[in-house]
Structure formats: C-alpha cells, structure tokens
C-alpha cells in the first residue's frame, strides 16, 4: 500500500444532486446540555436530544439501520465496536445526518460482515443481483467533522457522502478479505463494488485514510469543492470521475491529483455513461503521479459507460484535461498505457495537454475523438 496525498476538486457551478442523496438537514433545534448514552437502537430517540452522545458498543439487530440525526453542533463518540447482524436487505447499515456535527470513532470498528454476502462469481452482479446486499454500509449525510474510524468488510460500498461542508478523516476501510476467493467466487476475489468513498456532496475534504477493497477507492459522482488527500489506496479499481445518467451539470473546474498507489486495476479514469445527456466533466488535471503496477488501464478516459470501450456517448462534454508536472505509470505487460474513448470531437473538447505523462509497459492504447497532445505514452 502507499501514500496517496492528494486529489482536490472544485466546481465552478453548484450542481444538484440526486433526490435521497443525503444532503444534510435543514436546521435542527438546538440539543439540551446533556449527555446521551447508546447501548441500543432503543436508546437513539431520547440520546439524539443531547449536544454529546456516546454510543457504546451493541449489535444492531439485522435489517435495521442504525440512524443518527444529532442536533447541530452536537458532538458524537464511539466508545466500541458496533456489529450489523446479518440478513439480506437493501440497507443502509448506518446513516448519520445533521449540520456542524463532531464525529469521532476513536480508532473503533463498523463491522458489517461482508464476508457473509459475498457471492460475485455466483451471480456475477455484484450489489446488482445475487444476495441482496445493505449499500452502502455507512451514509454521511452530515456537515462538520466525522473521523478516526475503521469500517470491515461492507457488504456492498462501505462510504457514501452526501451534503456538504464536510471533513472526513482517519478512516480505515478495510475490505482485504474480499480479495481472496471463496467458495462461491471460484479463482475470482469474493467482494465486488465494495467502493471505498463514493461522493455526490458539496465542500467535501477525505484526508489522511486508508482503503483495501475490489472496486474504486473514491468515486466522484458530482458535487463541488471536493478535496481527497494524504490517503492510501491498495487494490481496487483506482480513482474515478463518473458522469452517469444524470442531466445535471457537473462541471468541476479543476480536479488536482497527487497520487503514489500500486496493484490496482485501473489508475487514473473518468467514464460517462453512453446514454446521458446535458452534463459536462471540465478542466481536470493531473499533477506529479506515481503508479505502478496497474493491470489493465493506466490512464481510462471512456464515453461507453457501463461498457468499457464500446460505442461512445456524446451527451456528456468532456472539456480540458491536464497532466502538468511529472505522472508516471507503470503498466503491467497485458494493460493497456492510455485509451481515449470519445463519441465526437464535439463532446470531448477544449485543451488536452497530456506533456507532463509518461506511461512504460504494457501495449499502446488509442485515442479516438479527443485533441490530445504531448505525452509519452
């Protein structure tokens, strides 16, 4: 595993996010002066009218959701370990929502006992068929500060961020079991879409975290004003830019990536999907990366969305991509350096001033559509 230190994003116009995303509450009344203990879900009502709540450790009965919504300016902490009893159910396990809230899991563990749900090789669908699996484990809907916890084997996706003005840090998403095969999973690895931060938020920082998992360690969805630093990612799918079926605008103006990650399977990526329209992805860079140990695309840039390079949509605008600075890949010998996929010229426009990659190993890729210059790759 090495040290990811940094990726900032920030969008020039505020795009809207999805309904039931998890934007946080419109203002609460104020909490009582006191202290809240949680020792089970019975204990929420009366512990969510206290500015300090502490939830001990318990296990939440099976398909049920632990739901948190502190008064604002609460603080919460968690003094054990809480345990997601096991059944099959959408989900979610847990959802914290609110304004200005202090959440500190003092280095305790979320164990939702993924082990039991997975069967990818099975269904071969992930969170999409097979066992219904509770996605994601944790939803943060809050504003305020949500740090020091370390989340096990979620079943599906482990973090979903929602709402704004946020900072996330410290967070341990220890998946790793997933990546051994198991009986239903034949040679293949037994978790699947166990995405390690998946973000449709506004004003987001996730700092100083680790991630172990079998799909993407962060996935931006929309939002603006996002900022992913001095984290760890191990194994995965890598970093990804989503734009998918969604007509709102997202149109981050500058996407700044600082990266040092090896063994995933994808490094650097942005994919939106074939069928939608009237969104755009816009002035990312990319600045002093280093990857190694890539399997099958170092650098992803894909219109074909779910498919990977198939016919390409030219609904969604790619416009301005930059490596500035020194990024260097290191591809294994069956990947693939650099695949642009555009639909058109029109949708995949602007500079692309790809001078500061360079990309070893591995075959050439191509790219179609798009006005990239300089590189080596």
């Not at 609110?98 to 993924?114: A, P, R, V």
């Not at 500035?324 to 029109?346: L, M």
Request: net charge negative; with cysteine; aromatic share 6%.
């Amino acid at each position: 595993m090495f040290i990811l230190p940094a990726i900032f994003l920030f969008a020039s116009a505020a795009a809207a996010l999805p309904a039931g995303n998890g934007t946080h509450n419109a203002p609460r009344k104020a909490g009582r002066r006191c202290t809240g203990e949680i020792q089970s879900l019975a204990d929420v009502a009366a512990a969510e009218e206290c500015t300090t709540i502490v939830i001990g450790g318990f296990t939440v009965p099976a398909g049920q959701t632990f739901a948190l919504a502190p008064p604002d300016g609460a603080s919460v902490s968690l003094t054990g370990a809480v345990t997601f009893g096991f059944q099959e159910w959408a989900g979610p396990l847990m959802t914290i929502t609110g304004n200005d809230i202090t959440f500190n899991g003092n280095g305790h563990e979320l164990l939702g006992q993924g082990d039991l749900y997975w069967d990818v090789d099975l269904q071969q669908q992930g969170i999409n068929g097979g066992v219904t699996k509770p996605d994601p484990m944790l939803r943060i809907n809050m504003g305020g500060t949500f740090t020091n916890l370390k989340l096990v084997n979620s079943p599906g996706r482990a973090i979903a961020i929602g709402g704004s003005s946020l900072t996330v840090s410290e967070i341990n998403v220890d998946n790793s079991a997933g990546s051994a095969p198991n009986s239903k999973s034949g040679s293949n690895p037994a978790g699947a879409n166990t995405d390690g931060f998946d973000v449709s938020a506004n004003n987001v920082v996730i700092e100083s975290s680790t991630v172990a998992n079998q799909d993407d360690c962060l996935a931006i969805n929309r939002g603006t004003s996002i900022t992913f630093s001095g984290n760890t990612c191990s194994g995965g799918h890598g970093i990804s830019v989503v734009r998918t079926v969604y007509s709102t605008v997202f149109a981050p103006s500058q996407i700044l990536i600082f990266c040092l990650c090896n063994q995933s399977v994808n490094g650097l990526r942005i994919k939106t999907d074939a069928t939608a329209t009237g969104s755009t992805v816009s002035g990312v860079t990319y600045t002093n990366n280093k990857l190694s140990g890539i399997t099958e695309f170092g650098v992803l840039i894909d219109q074909s969305y779910p498919s990977t390079l198939g016919t390409p949509g030219t609904g969604v605008v790619i416009n301005t991509v930059t490596f500035s600075g020194t990024n260097t890949i290191s591809v294994g010998s069956s990947a693939k350096r650099v695949e642009v996929n555009c639909g058109s010229t029109s949708s995949c426009d602007g500079t692309w001033n790809f001078a500061g990659l360079t990309v070893t190993g591995g075959a050439a890729g191509a790219v179609k559509n798009a006005p990239v210059t300089g590189g080596s790759f």
